[in-house]
């Protein structure tokens, strides 16, 4: 059973977002500097879900890929320059992306039961529509799945391998971000003790200082999804 099952046969590969947006910032400021000194231009255009989107979509193009995946505990202070995470230095990225289309559904690879599904639209940089699921057979775990468009699940369902859980959304509903799957992994531990009741202040990035200590809260979700079979 494949995450995304209506990808069968995609060519996905490995991609890294801060080096894609520092090649980008080399050309466009090479390009635009003296312009953007005029203009007093400070922001990063790469906020723009838009442009971020197009620059992923080249990337591919050049790689010769349909779609990607990457990022867990990628230091992100080039792609989100100016944003939210430059206030406490947050840019250590603690899950995982799967760069697909918008709409693309979403399905449960493993047994779980919906803890939690919420919605923090209109926020910018927020998670948008999520799920949060925990595993019947890794009970020490949660998984997130944000940033997504339709959900079709709710809180207490019990789910299992084929079933449909969302589909992929887009800007500006999904947290205002490029349309992508972000999939997070939580120690259940500090889950209960530092979120259950405070959800909203679970976050994808943490401080770099705090990024050895991160991983051990937060492990690489990439065993828990197919991409291929
Ligand atoms: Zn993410």
Redesign the pocket.
């Known amino acids: 059973m494949l995450t995304f099952p209506d990808l069968h046969g995609a060519r996905f590969g490995h991609i890294n977002l801060d080096v894609l947006a520092r090649a980008h910032a080399h050309f466009r400021d090479a390009a635009l500097v003296p312009q953007l000194i005029k203009q007093k231009v400070v922001t990063n255009p790469l906020l723009d879900p838009h442009l971020c989107h197009e620059m992923i979509q080249e990337a591919h193009a050049h790689l010769g890929i349909d779609h990607s995946y990457g990022?867990w505990f990628e230091d992100r202070r080039v792609l989100w320059k100016d944003s939210y995470l430059e206030k406490g230095q947050h840019w250590i990225?603690l899950?995982?992306?799967f760069n697909v289309p918008a709409k693309t559904r979403v399905v449960a690879t493993w047994k779980a039961t919906v803890e939690l599904v919420d919605d923090d639209t209109p926020m910018i940089g927020g998670w948008g529509p999520r799920v949060i699921l925990r595993l019947k057979d890794d009970p020490d775990l949660i998984l997130i799945f944000?940033?997504l468009g339709e959900v079709s699940c709710k809180a207490g369902d019990k789910v299992k391998p084929g079933d449909t859980l969302a589909t992929v959304g887009s800007p500006p509903h999904n947290g205002m971000w490029f349309p992508?799957l972000?999939v997070?992994a939580v120690d259940l531990k500090h889950y209960k003790r530092d979120w259950t009741h405070l959800v909203q202040e679970l976050d994808?990035y943490a401080n770099p200082f705090a990024a050895s200590h991160a991983a051990t809260i937060f492990p690489d979700p990439m065993r828990y999804m197919r991409l291929w079979e």
């Open positions: 990022g990225h899950g995982v992306d944000a940033h992508h972000h997070q994808g």
